[in-house]
Nanobody
Framework: QVQLVESGGGSVQAGASLTLSCALSGDKFGVYTMGWYRRGTARRYTMVAIVDTSGATNYDASVRGRFAISRDNAKSMMSLKMTNLRPEDTDDYFC?????????WGQGTRVTVAS
């Protein structure tokens, strides 16, 4: 059974850096488009960054230039390196794995950025 486990969240000051990681188990990691989502002010998940099976990436405008998403298929791991963090980045961050047929979510990791 597919499981996603996030790690790396924490409490930092504005301008600091954090790296979030997501580990997938139970299936072949390389077949999934991977991404990070947060709730913001909405009740639904909103995309922060994604990396597809070819390595192509996409970012929300609010994080472009500050965050970098990457994947390591040999380790079944996906990471989000966050720099120059802002208080508005404070949220719970959720790992997502998706194909055309299935969609999986992690439980989330909390990021708090103090001013």
């Amino acid at each position: 059974q597919v499981q996603l486990v996030e790690s790396g969240g924490g409490s930092v000051q504005a301008g600091a850096s954090l790296t979030l990681s997501c580990a997938l188990s139970g299936d072949k990691f390389g077949v999934y488009t991977m991404g990070w989502y947060r709730r913001g002010t909405a009740r639904r998940y909103t995309m922060v960054a994604i990396v597809d099976t070819s390595g192509a990436t996409n970012y929300d405008a609010s994080v472009r230039g500050r965050f970098a998403i990457s994947r390591d298929n040999a380790k079944s791991m996906m990471s989000l390196k966050m720099t120059n963090l802002r208080p508005e980045d404070t949220d719970d961050y959720f790992c997502n794995a998706v194909t055309g047929l299935v969609n999986f979510w992690g439980q989330g990791t909390r990021v708090t950025v103090a001013s």
